[in-house]
């Protein structure tokens, strides 16, 4: 099996020698798989997607319009 050399946040290396009794590398392992799995199933999925880049991106600005409208109507 490869190995992966993962750096880490000081803070994170700490919370994690509180639970030595945790197999953070197959933790790692999980995470990566699950992801991984995620990814290939967006791309089936997206591999019959007609839309363009470009509608993409103009999707994706009216959805983050959207959204700043409402965290803004709801901190006014």
Do not use: C
Not at 24 to 40: N, P
């Amino acid at each position: 099996m490869p190995n992966m050399t993962l750096a880490i946040p000081a803070d994170l290396k700490e919370t994690m020698d509180h639970f030595k009794e945790i197999n953070w590398s197959e933790v790692a392992r999980q995470a990566i798989r699950e992801k991984a799995f995620l990814l290939e199933k967006m791309n089936h999925f997206f591999s019959k997607s007609k839309l363009t880049e470009a509608d993409i991106e103009k999707y994706g600005r009216q959805i983050k319009k959207s959204v700043w409208k409402k965290h803004k109507a709801a901190t006014a």
